[in-house]
């Protein structure tokens, strides 16, 4: 596909529940962006990744929460012991450098109950 | 801290009207500025990107401008079009932190027949 990908596009757990997000960058794109949109808010930084390497994870929240991209193209949100108050959308954006326009999926509704 | 702030919060116009967004942020060391509309249940689509040294950016019937000496920025949208509802959302990038966008609230844009 052009875009990126992301899956699944919703997905319901219960509190307590780890859940693993993923998405796919565009092909060739090197920087790739996670972030958390909560219900009428912008959009909040969670963690950059250029190549294989996290170079800023400075917006995850706290430890139960986690980013991988090994081959430097996926990448996987993890997320350990889920609250309520993590349900909002995950949205996952590359771009070709990290100084390009960013190109945003659809992103992930996380509902935790 | 940077902070970004959107104004107004929601707008409506007659379909054909010319119209103008704002968007402001606290700290002027920015590295770029992006625009950004988001669909309902969609991701963000990057409208215009303007880096600290330039002015202004245009698309078609879109114009952004940046006076980054007052922390301001504002899109311009002509004769608009039913079409163009959406949530319109600024970000700015830090020039200490050029991996991480600060986003506003958006602009909730409705515009009637």
């Known amino acids: 596909g052009a875009g990126v990908s992301q899956t699944p596009s919703n997905k319901v757990t219960e509190k307590g529940k780890y859940v693993e997000l993923r998405c796919d960058p565009i092909s060739g794109h090197t920087a790739l962006y996670w972030y958390r ?4 808010q912008g959009p909040e930084f969670l963690i950059y990744f250029q190549g294989t390497g996290a170079a800023d994870d400075s917006g995850l929240p706290n430890d139960r929460f986690f980013a991988v991209r090994p081959e430097g193209s996926v990448s996987t949100l993890k997320i350990q012991r889920t609250e309520r108050g993590d349900s909002a959308v995950y949205l996952c954006a590359s771009s070709f450098l990290f100084n390009s326009p960013l190109h945003f999926g659809n992103g992930t509704r996380l509902t935790v109950t | ?3 970004v702030t959107q104004i107004p919060a929601a707008l ?3 379909e054909g009207e010319n119209l103008v967004l704002n968007c402001s942020f606290t700290d002027s060391a920015i590295y770029n500025l992006q625009w950004f ?5 969609k991701g ?3 409208l215009l990107l303007i ?3 330039q002015r202004e950016q245009t698309s078609g019937r879109l114009n952004a401008s940046l006076d980054k000496s007052s922390g301001r920025s504002t899109l311009y949208i002509a004769a608009s079009q039913p079409g163009d509802s959406a ?3 600024c970000a700015v990038t830090g020039s200490g932190t050029a991996s ?3 986003f506003g609230t958006g602009t909730r844009l409705q515009v009637t027949l």
């Open chain 1, 37 to 40: 949109q909560s219900l009428g």
């Open chain 2, 44 to 46: 963000l689509t990057s």
């Open chain 2, 100 to 102: 991480k966008l600060t």
């Open chain 2, 12 to 14: 409506s116009v007659p």
């Open chain 2, 51 to 53: 880096q600290s040294s």
């Open chain 2, 1 to 3: 801290k940077q902070e």
């Open chain 2, 37 to 41: 509309r988001q669909d309902p249940g």
């Open chain 2, 87 to 89: 949530t319109y959302l």
